[in-house]
C-alpha cells in the first residue's frame, strides 16, 4: 500500500479532518510522504481542506 492509500485509508477510519501530521502518525508513514501524498490527492480532486491545515476526504 502506497503512501496515497494509506492517506485515504486513516481519513476514512477517522471519519473527520486531521492535519498531515496527525495523518502520518495514525498511519505510521513519513511527515513528508503524507505532505507528498495531500498535495497530489488534492491536485487529484480526492481530497479538500475544509479549514486551514486540514484534509477531508471530498464527498
Known amino acids: 500500500m502506497d503512501a496515497n492509500d494509506k492517506v485515504i485509508q486513516t481519513l476514512k477510519s477517522a471519519g473527520k479532518p486531521m492535519k498531515a501530521g496527525e495523518i502520518a502518525e495514525a498511519a505510521g508513514v513519513d511527515k513528508k510522504e503524507v505532505e ?7 491536485a487529484d480532486g ?3 481542506s475544509p ?5 477531508d476526504i471530498k464527498k
Open 36 to 42: 507528498k501524498a495531500i498535495k497530489k490527492l488534492v
Open 46 to 48: 480526492k481530497l479538500h
Open 51 to 55: 479549514q486551514r491545515c486540514f484534509y
